[in-house]
């Protein structure tokens, strides 16, 4: 169980890299998750090659993948987008909304009834992304793409609970990143045409930061999570995802600074943002422990 417990917080920590590699790569957002996405897709492909993992889910299950992998390719697109624009910092804090949305749009869409604590743990958070937002001028832009991230991060990991349970995690992931990497690279001319750049291909030193980041932010931590589940539970590893952007920030506030750009503001609302996830993950998983999967630990960013 230690050995589990280790590789669970090791892969938390690799993924709170994320938003560092985003900064230092001297790309513009979608430039930069298109290399993103092209290099993990081949990742994953080459892997599951070697291993034998590699099969065909089915027509009807494939365009649910590809559904999926639209949804990720945007999500990481507006998740970058708001460190672009903002700073790590923000990025970061706006990833708890995800737990936040869910709780929203999970009775939405499979049509069941909301839950009073989970529209009141909601309110609290929008109120402490509120606090951020009016005393963060600076900043507004890449909230509103932060969350707007967080809201598409909410629908396909809700989406993909359906798709976890007939297909393996490996091959979801290397299918989704694979159509998602094909509609940005349909999408990418008009996106190049609203957001034009002068930029369109990595320097040696952006493509050594590209092959670390998807190898260390992706492909690994993937595999040390998937280990770990096989021995720790299902509200351990939820509850410990939400060091994530716990761990982004304070690799900002070290490599980068960043404390000096922000105000108490910022503090009590990140403060709010994350006590309402911890108290919705208690008690949301007293009651649904036994219906958990896997993908809902796996965060993409």
């Not at 999570?225 to 690799?251: D, Q, R």
Request: aromatic fraction near 16%.
């Amino acid at each position: 169980m230690r050995r589990a417990f280790l590789l669970l917080h090791l892969s938390i920590f690799l993924w709170g890299f994320t938003g560092i590699f985003a900064k230092a790569i001297d790309l513009n957002e979608g430039v930069l998750v298109w290399y993103r996405m092209l290099l993990t897709a081949s990742s994953w492909v080459f892997i599951l090659l070697v291993t034998r993992k590699m099969r065909w889910p089915g027509s009807a299950q494939f365009f649910r993948i590809a559904v999926v992998g639209l949804l990720v390719a945007l999500h990481w697109l507006f998740f970058y987008g708001s460190i672009k624009y903002s700073n790590i910092s923000i990025g970061m804090s706006c990833l708890p909304m995800i737990a936040v949305f869910s709780s929203v749009m999970e009775p939405v869409i499979t049509k069941q009834p909301f839950k009073w604590y989970e529209l009141l743990l909601a309110v609290v958070a929008l109120a402490g992304m509120f606090i951020i937002f009016h005393f963060g001028e600076l900043y507004r832009t890449g909230i509103m793409l932060g969350l707007v991230s967080a809201l598409l991060g909410s629908i396909f990991t809700i989406l993909n609970k359906r798709l976890v349970a007939s297909i393996e995690s490996e091959i979801i992931t290397t299918y989704e990143i694979g159509t998602g990497f094909i509609w940005l690279t349909l999408l990418m001319p008009l996106y190049l045409y609203l957001f034009p750049t002068d930029k369109l291909f990595p320097t040696t030193n952006d493509w050594l930061l590209l092959l670390v980041f998807t190898v260390v932010c992706t492909v690994i931590p993937f595999n040390l999570s998937m280990k770990a589940l096989k021995e720790v539970s299902a509200f351990t590893a939820n509850l410990s995802l939400n060091l994530e952007p716990v761990y982004g920030i304070i690799f900002a506030f070290l490599i980068y600074h960043e404390q000096k750009e922000l105000n108490g503001a910022f503090y009590i609302g990140a403060g709010l943002i994350l006590l309402s996830v911890v108290l919705y993950m208690i008690i949301h998983f007293r009651h649904r422990l036994k219906n958990w999967m896997p993908w809902e630990i796996f965060s993409w960013n």
